[in-house]
């Protein structure tokens, strides 16, 4: 019962207050004897009415606009009282302190909608800090996290270029002291023997300085090999484009494995360290097939795009998880994490593709700079097969 009145109420109130100054209490009547037969007192009504302004009226006002509403729904109030009072003084007028009661009401209830609007923007504010303050932290922890496994890639990179050089120094030292100096030895002994053969015995110094000139020719061409592998003079003298011709043109030789290779001629309009970057990143990535894929076949195409160099090298040889190997630590080589980082130093990027059946394939990708847009250069194409 009490609810059904507290409900009528509300709706007779909000209707009496948008209607206006004009409006007429008259709906205000009958009220009391509702609240008379829900067992309601003035005081019952006066919080109903209280929280009605409080909750429903009040928030969002200014404090001129309130306080009309509150004169307004003081009439209001006053006339759905006015049974409950009459009854209380047995049929006499309405007493002295109803007035006092409407007043006193009208006061507290302005108090009370200016602390709500307070708390409640209050609230709003500190939840709004609140989730600011998530937020900031949830960012910070992203990135810490990133910073970290930033910082973890760095010096898992950097011990891996260290055991690179050392590994390649090792190398090479190897092979000077394998291949030339015991070359070298071999000539200074010929040399020995030709001093004395020249006082002795003319007729085998022909033979003689033919052996020896065969020695020289060999160290000369393991010296150029040293040469080509360390940095190809053909990538500096004659452009991207040659280097990699005679890289897979020997590769294949050495490895038996048939390389496909077709190429742009506009490749070469990149800058120096991109067409370098290409180079290695191609280089690495042959050498990966020869140790790790046992593959027969691969197919290496460079073309542009609408917005890039494309590099795509790919493989019919074995699968291997992508993620394991790009993260290991115990790697001793640069491997897929070097040509990432090559790639990842003239805004590039690197992607590898590696399934059962289907082989690797590499895609690495250097946005466009010099190199010009649409035009009959750029779609020629020089083409090898090994």
Known sequence: MKRK???????????????????HPRSARGLGEEALSAGLQTLDIAKLHEQILVNQVMPGLSPARRATLIKQAGVFFT?????????????NDTPVHLNQIVEMLSERTVELAAANVELK????????????LKKSERHYSELL?????????????????????????????????????QTLTGINVRLATLKKEAAL?????????????????KSVEIVHQFARELRPAVLDDLGLIPALHTFVKVFSQRTRVHVHLKVF????????????????????ALTNVARHAQASRVEMNIQKLSDCICMTIKDNGKSFNVERVLYSSGS?????????????????????????????????????????????????ATEVKD
């Open 5 to 23: 009145f507290s409900k009528l109420y509300q709706t007779s109130l909000l209707r009496y207050l948008k209607q206006g100054p004009r409006a």
């Open 79 to 91: 006339e759905a009282i006015t049974p409950i009072e009459k009854n209380l003084s047995d049929g």
């Open 145 to 181: 996290e990133e910073s970290d496994r930033l910082q973890k890639q760095l010096r898992q990179l950097s011990r891996k270029i260290l055991s690179t050089q050392e590994e390649e120094r090792r190398e090479i030292s190897r092979e000077l002291h394998d291949v030339i100096a």
């Open 121 to 132: 923007r209050e609230i709003m504010y500190r939840k709004a800090a609140e989730d600011a």
């Open 201 to 217: 015995n003319i007729k085998g110094l022909d033979r003689n300085i033919a052996r020896t000139q065969r020695l020289v020719e």
């Open 332 to 380: 001793k080589r640069l491997g897929l994490l070097g040509m990432r980082e090559r790639l990842e130093m003239v805004g590039g990027t690197f992607k590898i593709e590696s399934s059962r059946g289907k082989g690797t394939t590499l895609i690495a990708s250097i946005p466009l700079g010099k190199v010009g847009s649409a035009g009959k250069a750029a779609n020629r």
């Open 265 to 284: 001629a506009e490749v070469e309009r990149l800058d120096g360290n991109e067409r370098t970057i290409l180079y290695r990143v191609a280089q690495e």
